[in-house]
């Protein structure tokens, strides 16, 4: 018989979909993948039963329905200060996902080299892999997630083609800084790269951090290429909505990529979201405060759980430092959580390309009832500190 893709030899499967999978088997708490267990805003929904009914349930245009670019691009210059032209700078995706493997697809010839920041979300190797690239690695050090200036510089100079960035980051929570970014960009001026950013958590950064906007930065807008979605600033996860941004030649060769893997994202959710895009600020200082309060919440049960964490700056999730335990390895801690705790957390090693193998990433984008009660399982971890 024949054998199936030797690139698939160096992606595993999922960790956090199986970690999902096994929470369900055993009836814990899901706070391993991230996603919310409350109703998107009610208008949205309204909105999607009202498209039930309209005309839009044929392919939409490839790159995204004419509407929905025109509210998405109103949005994006609205918070990121730079004029996004709907009909040159976007294509509408499934998610974010498919951006990302958009953005390497059209970045990347086969062999061509990317750096990713270790800890990463576990996407970006493997779409890394699957464009024909290959990874350079840089460790973001934990507890506080900086990288080296000198390490990353050498990284550039074997000359990637692109840079993959998360932020906020996930699973660090790191708000990246200006001055951080601004070193990034220079770089890739420097050594003629494309910073691909993937920033879903855009409207949950946590003050007294901000959200900085990498395509905004001097000298970034014409070679960094975002990745985006609608579905944690909407509560949408399954409506698989997202988007790639950049500059105009690049998205024309995008468009290609996109339409050859998935045509386009469902019509008449596309129709449907141009309502939540076009919520005033207040609904984004809400997401923000929501999260903020959840963040609050989460964090103040695990401060009494006598584990160490990491506080994150921006998106959902938090890295608790798992030490005390006494575990050998992250995947029978991960196990310990959900068979006797009760709750589901990712193994960290799975976001780590060091031997890192000392953290469950949580996250808390559930309502007040189901972190109170993971908070109080966890609260059990006490009794088996050693
Ligand atoms: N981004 C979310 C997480 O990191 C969801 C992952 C997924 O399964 N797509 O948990």
Redesign the pocket.
Known sequence: MPTTSSRLNAISE?V??TTTRTSDQYGAINL????PDFEPPPLLLDAMAREAHGPYHQYAVTWGSPRFRKALARKITHWGGVEINPDEHLVVTCGS?EAMMVALMTACNPGDKVIIFSPY?ENYYADTILSGAEAIWVPLRPPEFQFDKAELERAFQQGPKAIILCNPG?PTGKAFTRAELEYIVALANKYDTFIITDEPYEHMVFAPYEHVYTHALPGAFDRTIVCNSLSKTYSI?GWRLGYVQGPRDFMLAARKVHDFLTIGAAAPLQEAAVTALEFPDSYYHDVRDFYTRQRSLFLGYLAQTGLQYVEPQGAYYAMVDITPLGFADDRAASDFFIKTIGVAG?AGSSFFREPVNNYIRF?FAKKDATIHAAGERLLKVRDHIK
């Open positions: 999922s956090i979909r391993a993948q991230g996603f996902t979300y996930n996860t990712v996250h």
